[in-house]
């Protein structure tokens, strides 16, 4: 198996069928991953920051949410609608197993779905993939940024202000959990971010344990 960069923006595309069965091989994964996670919220600027840090980098980009949608050819909001939340987040996992598994020396940016450390198998798996980055932000500007999203399906037929309270004070412990660093970029410029999550990864890829696996 073999991940492939699409021509024209960096963003990564994987061989169809990734997400069919894959399992942990016996063994085991590749521990030396160098991979800039970024993880936090719908709204919080994961899909943004990430280009942009990957333009900075020069690092190819990986959406997984993409991926998922990719892979299936259907979108995430049908993906909810038609089989549930609970079958979503398993796509999330059988996708982070493959990304680690994958004996790689490349580097990408990997943005997630706001909701994939609430299995703990993800938490693990993202930390087993690189330096994870909170892009942590003040939950009214989360508001402002989400008002007029129609794809995104945990706000579907509810107060979305109250959605985001509830999933902001039951996800923080998870992102901070999961998180080698966090930034909040409520108020700071789309460069700023991408330079200091940089300056970030740098100081992270540089410690001599860094790689190992998590006990």
């Known amino acids: 198996m073999s991940i492939q960069t699409c021509p024209g923006d960096g963003t990564i595309s994987l061989p169809a ?14 521990n030396r991953h160098r991979h800039i996670i970024l993880i936090g919220l719908m709204g919080c600027g994961k899909t943004t ?71 703990p198998e993800n938490r693990a798996l993202l930390r087993q993939l690189g330096y994870n980055v909170w892009l942590n932000v003040d939950v009214p500007v989360l508001i402002q940024r989400t008002a007029r999203a129609n794809n995104r399906p945990l706000l579907h037929n ?29 108020a700071l410029e789309l460069h700023e971010v991408a330079r200091m999550i940089n300056q970030g990864a740098e100081r992270h890829f540089s410690r001599p344990d860094t790689g190992r696996p998590e006990e």
């Not at 069928?17 to 590749?30: A, I, N, Q, V, W």
């Not at 909810?80 to 990304?99: A, H, P, V």
């Open 17 to 30: 069928g990734c997400l069919s069965h894959f399992t942990m091989s016996s063994s085991g994964s590749h």
């Open 158 to 186: 509810v107060d979305p202000a109250e959605r985001l309270k509830t999933l902001f004070a039951t996800r923080r412990p998870m992102y901070e959990e999961t998180a080698h660093d966090q930034f909040d970029t409520s």
């Open 49 to 119: 920051v990430g280009r942009e840090l990957s333009k900075l980098r020069g690092t190819p980009f990986l959406d997984t949410d993409f991926v998922i949608e990719e892979q299936l050819g259907r979108n995430i909001a049908d993906i909810f609608s038609d089989e549930g939340e609970d079958y979503f987040r398993k796509l999330e996992t059988t996708l982070l197993r493959y990304l680690v598994q994958e004996k790689t020396d490349a580097s990408y940016i990997i943005s997630t779905g706001g909701g994939i450390v609430i299995r």
